[in-house]
């Protein structure tokens, strides 16, 4: 039996990957009271694209909205890693986006848009959250977009 | 009826903006047990200068000081927005604080002084707060400064 | 009579530093509930190496690896002036980890690894953390790191 978000999932025709096992002497979440922790997500899913370029250089904004979209996918792989159920989510408090940006460009926003409007898709006003959306140097592997979390959970 | 710290805003001109609505499916801040989180705020406030431009390149620091206090500003809009009563702020916890950065500037720090110095002259022992303050390569729309807050609230 | 992890910090040869002070108007940590916040740690520590410089141009990974390891050892430094005892430490939460970077950076996860590694060589599995590790584009004074981080104290 799978939850009504598992459900909501299957029908927008997203498949939870395999939870990204931390290549270091880190975690991917920690839940502590009624807080769950989720590391730095980043957009790479099994046989998906790598979506790794710079904003404003090369890479264009609707795929790195795609790339958001995937980093979000990948925070609630974990959440279902660390609660087993994603019913448990009772709200997404935030999301800290770092996108991989060219000193001029400037439409960061737009850009983890894919992150937040893949989140309410799914979760509806549980999904909705705080976020900071800035522009990086550079991300690990050269992606375009990288997102940690933290959600209330019961 | 005012409170405390809007009488100690008004003493000192403040005028509290309207609290910016998100432009995406996203919220200005979610209030979860005794903590408040609020979005990455820019120093844009109507009828304000624009305070867009890069440090190290083509904005001056004691300009950018007067950005950071605007972000400030608008971190406690969002909190009055939030909270009805700024007197509810038990504790400013955390300040993120990411600057526009030239690659060779070093002076954040001073920067993101413009709101903390703005905070503790408004909130007291209650302003002060834990933050980092980090350069970006860069910022939505362009803006010199971007912070989001923790708030301990009751 | 120093704890548990006092004693392993001496078994490593680790001498924690003076807390640093901040030169403005924030706080180093704040205990609030359960939750110790401490503010984003630079790589500097009294008699020790500066560690400056841009990973990707003019510092090598292994160094940077000292830096992050520096940053780590001041977040104890700062844990031990906020809980007296170590051993009230019950888990390293979350690491927020900036890495000066090149625009073509991509290992700044190794870079980081010398802060997760290091603690939880101190500390075991307390010290699993969440982390973000992300390339900014400048730091506070050149360094090449900086970490800030949420533990959960007793």
């Known amino acids: 039996m799978t939850g009504v978000i598992e ?3 299957k029908d927008l025709g997203v498949e939870l990957p395999d939870a990204a096992a931390p290549a270091a002497n880190y975690v991917p979440f920690h839940l502590s009271g009624n807080q769950l922790f989720v590391s730095g997500q980043l957009p ?3 046989g998906g694209p790598d979506f790794k370029g710079k904003l404003g250089a090369d890479i264009e904004i609707e795929t790195a909205q795609q ?3 995937a980093c979000a996918i990948n925070i609630l792989a974990q959440a279902k890693a660390a609660l087993g159920d994603l019913d448990r989510i009772t709200q997404i408090l935030r999301l800290g986006a770092f996108v991989n940006s060219a000193p001029d460009f400037t439409d ?3 850009v ?3 992150a937040s409007d893949f989140l309410v898709e799914v979760l509806g006003d549980k999904g909705r959250h ?3 959306a800035v ?3 550079a991300l690990p ?3 375009s977009v990288e997102i940690d979390a933290l959600l209330a959970v019961e």
Do not use: C, S, Y
């Open 7 to 9: 459900a909501r999932l």
């Open 44 to 46: 790479l899913i099994a």
């Open 67 to 69: 790339a958001a979209r």
């Open 108 to 110: 960061h926003p737009k």
């Open 112 to 114: 983890v848009n894919g």
């Open 130 to 132: 705080t976020r900071f």
């Open 135 to 137: 522009g990086v140097a």
């Open 141 to 143: 592997l050269g992606v």
